[in-house]
C-alpha cells in the first residue's frame, strides 16, 4: 500500500487577495513558488536574482507561460471564478490517490513521501500555452507537480486528466531519471506517450489533451519515418523540434524538421499504445520499463 502527503497550494486565495489590494511580485514569489523551492533549485533557479533584473523564479515562470504579477492583472482578473469553479482544487488529492493506485495494484512501492501541487494561472499572452488549448504541466521533478490553465470550455473538464498525465512523469523519473540536457528523441516519446495513455486510461479518451493529433494513415507513416530518422537526437533544442512541430520550432528559434504541431506526443502516444497492444502489459507496468524495451516491443520503427 502506497502511503503519502498530498499537500496543494493554496493559490485561490492568492488571487483574490491580489485583485484586492495588488500584491507585490515577493508575496507571488514567496506565498506560491517558495513551498516549490527545493524544486526550483534542482532547475537551478533561484528564488531572488543574483543581481537586479537578472534570472530568477518569476522568470523562470513566465518562461513556462505562468502569469506573474509582473505582468497586467486584467489578464486573470476574469480568471479566478472559472478556475475555482472547475473544481480541480477539490479534486486533486483523489486524482492522485487514483492515479497511485494503479502503482499499488502491480507491487510498486513509490518512492516519495509527500505529492506538492500547485495549480497556476496562465498567461493569456504566451502564444505557445494558448496553442495547447491554454494548459500545460511540469511534473519533471518527482514529488512536486504544476499545473498550469487559463480556463476555458475545453480545458475544464480536462484538468484531471492533465494532473494525471503529470503525475505520470513524476512515477516515471523514479525509475528512469530525466536527464533534461541530454534526453533523446526517443526517450521524450516514452515519456509523453505514457504519460497521456496513463490520463486516458483513468479518465477515458474523452478527456485526452489537443497535444494528441488525429493524423490519417499517410501523414502518420510520413512522421513516424522522420521521428525514425531523427530518434537518437539529443539535447532539448532538437528534441523540442520533434516534440512540438515545426511552427513551435521557429516561434521558439529552434530547427524544423518538417513537423506538424505536437507530432512527438502523438508518436508517442501510438508507441505506448502498440506496446500494450503487443505486450498485454498494463499501463503502470510500462511506465517501469526502460524506454529501449518500449520502443523495441511496441515494433512502431520497425
Not at 537586479?52 to 515562470?61: F, I
Not at 497511485?100 to 505529492?115: C, N, S, W
Not at 512541430?245 to 507530432?263: C, H, I, T
Amino acid at each position: 500500500m502506497n502511503e503519502f502527503n498530498v499537500k496543494i497550494i493554496d493559490s485561490l486565495s492568492y488571487y483574490e487577495a491580489h485583485l484586492l489590494d495588488q500584491k507585490d511580485e515577493n508575496t507571488f514569489r514567496y506565498e506560491i513558488m517558495q513551498p516549490f523551492e527545493e524544486m526550483w533549485r534542482y532547475l537551478s533557479v533561484p528564488l531572488m536574482p543574483k543581481t537586479p533584473g537578472g534570472y530568477d523564479v518569476l522568470m523562470a515562470s513566465e518562461m513556462m507561460g505562468i502569469w506573474t504579477p509582473r505582468k497586467s492583472s486584467e489578464l486573470i482578473e476574469t480568471k479566478v471564478e472559472p478556475l475555482k469553479d472547475t473544481n480541480i482544487f477539490g479534486e486533486c488529492r483523489q486524482v492522485i490517490e487514483e492515479s497511485a493506485q494503479l502503482f499499488t495494484d502491480i507491487g510498486y512501492q513509490i518512492p516519495v513521501e509527500e505529492f506538492n501541487v500547485n495549480i497556476l494561472l496562465g498567461d493569456p499572452e504566451n502564444s505557445v500555452l494558448m496553442a495547447s488549448e491554454g494548459y500545460s504541466g511540469f511534473g519533471g521533478i518527482p514529488g512536486y507537480i504544476l499545473l498550469i490553465v487559463v480556463p476555458n470550455e475545453f480545458n475544464r473538464t480536462r484538468l484531471k486528466s492533465a494532473l494525471a498525465h503529470e503525475f505520470n512523469h513524476n512515477i516515471r523519473f523514479t525509475y528512469e531519471p530525466f536527464n533534461h540536457g541530454g534526453v533523446s528523441v526517443e526517450e521524450y516519446l516514452v515519456i509523453e506517450g505514457l504519460a497521456e495513455v496513463f490520463a486516458e486510461t483513468l479518465y477515458g479518451i474523452e478527456h485526452r489533451g489537443p497535444w494528441v493529433q488525429e493524423y490519417d494513415q499517410e501523414e502518420l507513416d510520413y512522421t513516424i519515418e522522420v521521428m525514425k530518422d531523427g530518434r537518437d537526437a539529443r539535447g532539448f533544442d532538437q528534441v523540442s523540434a520533434y516534440m512540438y512541430g515545426d511552427e513551435v520550432a521557429r516561434e521558439q528559434g529552434y530547427q524544423p524538421v518538417g513537423l506538424s504541431r505536437n507530432a512527438g506526443y502523438t508518436i508517442g502516444y501510438h508507441l505506448v499504445k502498440d506496446y500494450l497492444k503487443n505486450t498485454g502489459k498494463t499501463i503502470a507496468e510500462a511506465t517501469l520499463t526502460p524506454s529501449r524495451i518500449l520502443v523495441q516491443e511496441s515494433r512502431i520503427f520497425d
